[in-house]
């Protein structure tokens, strides 16, 4: 009798676990091919951002910073330059801070197969800072900023004055 009831117990838990864990996979948005449903690419864990030197201009440095979402997340809308952008080198903040330039309102299509990008403009006066890190706030077209922040890795050297443009569209 006691060895029939544990059989039974632990027949209704399994049915239990399995009507729980088949609820949650119901539960999980599934990504359709226009990405409806499915998470946000602008929010910081959604994406990857990689710096890379770009072509100089008079009297001035560039890197590109590039912004890439995977496959199953949902397109968004961004705009402007990214804003509180701060340097790191090795986990140390560098006191450098960056303002912006450029066109702040044009909105661009961000997501998966849409790539986007944003250029960092540092004067060659000086020897600047080195640094191997980026990490910013980026913003909506309706001038708002998307919660949380992002982090883009590359090295780079940074210096006052150094000014940060809008997100443009592609690689």
């Not at 990689?50 to 968004?76: E, F, N, Q």
């Not at 913003?139 to 919660?147: L, S």
């Not at 090295?155 to 569209?169: E, F, H, K, S």
């Amino acid at each position: 009798m006691r060895i029939a009831r544990k059989i039974a117990a632990t027949a209704v838990v399994a049915v239990l676990v399995g009507a729980v864990g088949g609820g949650v996979a119901q539960a999980s948005p599934k990504a359709s091919p226009a990405g409806h449903g499915a998470p946000s690419a602008c929010r910081p864990a959604n994406h990857i951002a990689k710096i890379k030197p770009a072509p100089a201009s008079s009297g001035h440095r560039h890197y590109r910073v590039t912004l890439t979402a995977a496959r199953g997340y949902g397109d968004c809308a961004l705009a402007g330059s990214p804003t509180e952008v701060r340097f790191s080198h090795h986990g140390s903040p560098s006191r450098v801070s960056a303002g912006h330039y450029g066109a702040q309102s044009q909105a661009v299509k961000f997501g998966p197969g849409h790539p986007v990008h944003f250029d960092i403009q540092v004067p060659n006066g000086g020897a600047g800072a080195a640094a191997d890190e980026a990490s910013f706030s980026l913003r909506t077209p309706g001038g708002g900023v998307i919660p949380g922040r992002s982090t883009a890795d590359g090295q780079l050297r940074v210096a006052p004055g150094t000014v940060i443009g809008p997100v443009q569209p592609g690689a």
